[in-house]
C-alpha cells in the first residue's frame, strides 16, 4: 500500500487502532561534484572579461582612447591573454601596463576561475592629452 508522496504505508497484522508506520523512502546517491559534469567558458567569454578588467585599470574616460582589445587562449583552467590598447602620453607607461597586468589577472580569476600566469600588453598608440579648452575671453568669436 501506498501512501502520500509515494511513501510505503505498513500496516500492523492487528489492524487495531494503531497509526500506520510509514518507511522512510530511500534516495538515490549522490554524485560527487566531479563527477556531475563540466563547466566550460568560451574564449570570447574570458576575453570580454579581460578587455573589461583593462578599462577598469586605465580608468578611461568617455571620448578617450579607444577601449582596450583581448584575445586569450584557455587551456583547461590556464588563460593566456593578450591586451592591444592606446595610452596617454606623458605618462608612465610601465606603471599603467602593471596596475592593467593586475586588474585582468585578478578579474579573471574572480569571473571566470582560471589562473592567468601572464599578461602580454601591446601598446598599439600613444594619445597626447586632450586639449585644453581656451578661457572664455580666447574663444569669442571675432
Known amino acids: 500500500m501506498t501512501g502520500a508522496a509515494g511513501a510505503t504505508v505498513v500496516t500492523s497484522a492487528t489492524g487495531a487502532g494503531e497509526p500506520p508506520v510509514t518507511a522512510p523512502r530511500s534516495t538515490p546517491p549522490r554524485v560527487p561534484a566531479a563527477d556531475r559534469g563540466a563547466t566550460r567558458i568560451a574564449d570570447r567569454v574570458v ?12 580608468a578611461t574616460e568617455p571620448g578617450g582612447p579607444p577601449h582596450p582589445h583581448a584575445t586569450v587562449t584557455v587551456h583547461h583552467d590556464i588563460a593566456r591573454v593578450r591586451i592591444s ?17 593586475r586588474q585582468v589577472a585578478r578579474r579573471v580569476e574572480e569571473c571566470a576561475a582560471m589562473t592567468v600566469p601572464e599578461v602580454d ?3 598599439e598608440h600613444l594619445h597626447s592629452p586632450p586639449a585644453r579648452p ?3 575671453r580666447d574663444r569669442r568669436l571675432r
Open 47 to 58: 576575453a570580454k572579461i579581460a578587455a573589461q578588467a583593462a578599462r577598469e585599470a586605465l
Open 85 to 101: 590598447l592606446e595610452l596617454a602620453y606623458p605618462s608612465d607607461l610601465a606603471d599603467q601596463c602593471a596596475a592593467v597586468r
Open 134 to 136: 581656451a578661457s572664455g
Open 121 to 123: 600588453i601591446e601598446i
